[in-house]
């Protein structure tokens, strides 16, 4: 299982988000290899939920994500796509070209829900490597506007 760390060496949590947020674009990539660009992004939901369960990553479909407003509390005010072993938040598109709407999606998921690394996914790209964006809180960040930062991938991705 992904970030087990049996081996008797504690892991470092930035690793396991690496290894996890690795399974989740292998998973991808394995859904875009067989489908191609081109279909519903309800589709490439429902073979991504069968990808995650056949190599047994632990995830939740449709998430719902709580909003407070003001004494007001809106338990599902909004659903992320995927939220992986309690601990990344996956944004699913099937568009031409990603736009900052949708970047500013992931990112107010990733604070309402408390999660601090997150997948955007294009599955329209030609290539799939092309089409992902991983975002990951910074350390020590107070401002949400400058809490997140997407990261480069290492080269074994």
């Known amino acids: 299982m992904i970030g087990d760390d049996s081996q008797g060496g504690r892991e470092d949590g930035r690793e396991r988000f690496w290894d996890l947020s690795r399974a989740v674009v292998g998973a991808c990539i394995e859904v875009h290899r067989h489908c191609g660009p081109g279909l519903l ?3 490439y939901e429902r073979c991504l939920a069968h990808e995650l369960a ?3 990553i632990p995830f939740v479909r449709q998430h719902a994500i709580a909003l407070a407003y003001k004494g007001l509390d809106i338990p599902d005010a909004y659903r992320a ?6 601990n990344l938040v996956v944004e699913l598109k099937a568009v031409e070209r990603v736009m900052p ?3 500013a999606q992931l990112l107010s998921y990733l604070k309402l829900a408390r999660v601090d690394v997150g997948l955007l996914v294009n599955f329209n790209a030609p290539y799939l490597r092309d089409g992902v964006r991983r975002f ?3 350390p020590g960040a107070n401002r949400y506007a400058q809490a997140f930062v997407a990261t480069p991938w290492p080269d074994e991705v």
């Open 41 to 43: 992004e309800s589709v």
């Open 54 to 56: 056949l190599r047994r």
């Open 81 to 86: 796509d995927f939220l992986i072993a309690g």
């Open 101 to 103: 709407v949708h970047f």
């Open 136 to 138: 990951m809180r910074r």
